[in-house]
Nanobody
């Protein structure tokens, strides 16, 4: 059974940093493209970044230059380092496993950027 468990969210002040983790079970992340998404109330879930099995990375929009996605295949875990956080980064963050035509998500972790 595919399971993804995110952690590391919380409340942080503008300009601060957070590190998110996503532990996968039921499959090996080394065989899949993995990504981070985020969603705010009333909006669709949006891609933040992804990393493929060759460790090529892609960042979307405001994540460029501030966020870093990485993976540790030995721990079956992906990470999202977030720096210089802004109030607009406030959202529920989900990790996802890409398969042809679909994405499987975890339950999400809340990130709130506020003073």
């Amino acid at each position: 059974q595919v399971q993804l468990r995110e952690s590391g969210g919380g409340l942080v002040q503008p300009g601060g940093s957070l590190n998110l983790s996503c532990v996968a079970s039921g499959f090996s992340i080394s065989e899949f493209t993995m990504g981070w998404y985020r969603q705010t109330p009333g909006s669709e879930r949006a891609l933040v970044a992804y990393i493929n099995k060759y460790d090529d990375t892609h960042y979307q929009g405001s994540a460029k230059g501030r966020f870093i996605i990485s993976r540790d295949n030995t721990k079956n875990t992906i990470y999202l380092q977030m720096h210089d956080l802004e109030p607009d980064d406030t959202a529920v963050y989900y990790c996802g496993r890409f398969t042809s035509g679909s994405v499987s998500y975890g339950q999400g972790t809340q990130v709130t950027v506020s003073s």
